[in-house]
C-alpha cells in the first residue's frame, strides 16, 4: 500500500521570503503522479502543481518548484516570493498512473502555511 | 464551463437518521470519486464510480454508498449516522490523460 508523510504539521514565512514544504511517500509502482494541494479557509481543493514519475525534470508553476527525487522518494514543494495568498494548507498527494483509467488519490496529513505580512 | 458542483453546501444531521449528498462533474468528465475530510486531516478515498459501476472502494464500512447515473453524476449516501461522520465531503471527478482531478467545492456534515 501506498502512503504520504508530511513531516512538517505547520510552518511560516514571511511575505515575499521563499519556503520549502517537504514530503515523502513509499510505493513499489514505477508509473505514478504525485502533486500538491492547495486547501484555503475557503476548503476548496486546489491543484498547484503536478509530477509525472517518468518525467526527469521538476516540475514548475510559476512562483511553484518542487524538488523530486524518486531514488529517494522525496517531493518538496518550494515556493518563491510568498503572497499572503499562499496562506493555506497544503497536502502532498500520490496517484498511482493507469493506463486505461483513474485510481484513488492517496494524501498526507498536510502542512499548515501561514504568510506573515 | 462549470467545474465539479455538489450540494447541499451544509447539512445538519441527527445520528441514526440516512443522508445523501450529491456531484456533478465537470463537464465531459466520466469518473467520480468521493472522500471524506475529517477536521485537521487529509481526504481519505471512499469509493470511484465509473460507467454506474463502483469500481474501487477504500476502507470505509456499508453504511457508505453511492450510485452514478447515466449523466455522469453521482450520489454519496450514508446511512445509520454516527457522531464521527462529521466532515467535509469531497467530490473529485476525473477526465482528460494527465492525471489530474478536480475537486468540488464540498458538503460539510454535521452529524449531532
Known amino acids: 500500500a501506498q502512503t504520504v508523510t508530511q513531516s512538517q504539521p505547520e510552518m511560516s514565512v514571511q511575505e515575499a521570503e521563499t519556503v520549502t514544504l517537504s514530503c515523502t511517500y513509499d510505493?513499489?509502482?514505477?508509473?505514478?503522479?504525485l502533486f500538491w494541494y492547495k486547501q484555503p479557509p475557503s476548503r476548496q481543493m486546489i491543484l498547484v502543481i503536478r509530477?509525472?514519475?517518468?518525467?526527469?525534470q521538476n516540475a514548475t508553476e510559476n512562483r511553484f518548484s518542487v524538488n523530486f527525487q524518486k531514488a529517494a522518494k522525496s517531493f518538496s514543494l518550494k515556493i518563491s516570493d510568498s503572497q499572503l495568498g499562499d496562506t493555506a494548507m497544503y497536502f502532498c498527494?500520490?496517484?498511482?498512473?493507469?493506463?486505461?483509467?483513474?485510481?484513488?488519490?492517496?494524501f498526507g496529513p498536510g502542512t499548515s502555511l501561514s504568510v506573515i505580512p | 464551463d462549470a467545474g465539479v458542483t455538489q450540494s447541499p453546501t451544509h447539512l445538519i444531521k441527527t445520528r441514526g437518521q440516512q443522508v445523501t449528498l450529491r456531484c456533478s462533474p465537470k463537464?465531459?468528465?466520466?469518473?467520480v470519486s468521493w472522500y471524506q475530510q475529517a477536521l485537521g486531516q487529509g481526504p481519505q478515498f471512499i469509493f470511484q464510480?465509473?460507467?454506474?459501476?463502483?469500481?474501487q472502494r477504500g476502507n470505509f464500512p456499508d453504511r457508505f454508498s453511492g450510485h452514478q447515473f447515466p449523466n455522469y453524476s453521482s450520489e454519496l449516501n450514508v446511512n445509520a449516522l454516527l457522531l464521527g461522520d462529521s466532515a467535509l465531503y469531497l467530490c473529485?471527478?476525473?477526465?482528460?490523460?494527465?492525471?489530474?482531478?478536480?475537486f468540488g467545492p464540498g458538503t460539510r456534515l454535521t452529524v449531532t
Open positions: 498527494a500520490f496517484m498511482k498512473h493507469e493506463r486505461t483509467s483513474y485510481d484513488k488519490v492517496i
Open positions: 510505493t513499489s509502482e514505477s508509473n505514478y503522479y
Open positions: 509530477q509525472e514519475a517518468y518525467k526527469q
Open positions: 463537464s465531459g468528465h466520466d469518473t
Open positions: 464510480y465509473y460507467e454506474e459501476e463502483e469500481r
Open positions: 473529485a471527478s476525473y477526465g482528460g490523460t494527465g492525471g489530474e482531478q478536480y
